[in-house]
């Protein structure tokens, strides 16, 4: 059994920052590719950004040169740096990762969301 937790959401002005954490626990063999996504409101969830077990990024090209993810493969964890954050990147934050667990099975794994807010 596996699950991720997130942390880090919040209220922020436009051109601030957020880092966004989620961390896995459970049985967990390997973590392969980890995820962000976002759904904002009336909007279908969208794929922020992207990296692999051995560190290769991909990002949405809105969020290019302002967000960047990272993970820390012996905490089983993943954050999502958020700068120059706009209105527009409102949303549920949720992270999502594909996961071998200990029984050799692969599946994929979400976090509960976590509230970004970006406003005056």
């Known amino acids: 059994q596996v699950q991720l937790v997130e942390s880090g959401g919040g209220l922020v002005q436009p051109g601030g920052s957020l880092r966004l954490s989620c961390a896995a626990s459970?049985?967990?063999?390997?973590?392969?590719?980890m995820d962000w996504y976002r759904q904002a409101p009336g909007k279908q969830r969208e794929l922020v950004a992207s990296?692999?077990?051995?560190?290769?990024?991909n990002y949405v090209y809105s969020v290019k040169e302002r967000f960047t993810i990272s993970r820390d493969n012996a905490k089983n964890t993943v954050y999502l740096q958020m700068n120059s954050l706009k209105p527009e990147d409102t949303a549920v934050y949720y992270c999502?990762?594909?996961?071998?667990?200990?029984?050799?099975?692969?599946?994929?794994?979400w976090g509960q969301g976590t509230q970004v807010t970006v406003s005056s």
């Open positions: 999502h990762a594909d996961i071998m667990t200990y029984h050799l099975i692969r599946n994929d794994y």
């Open positions: 459970g049985s967990i063999f390997t973590i392969y590719t």
């Open positions: 990296i692999t077990s051995g560190g290769s990024t």
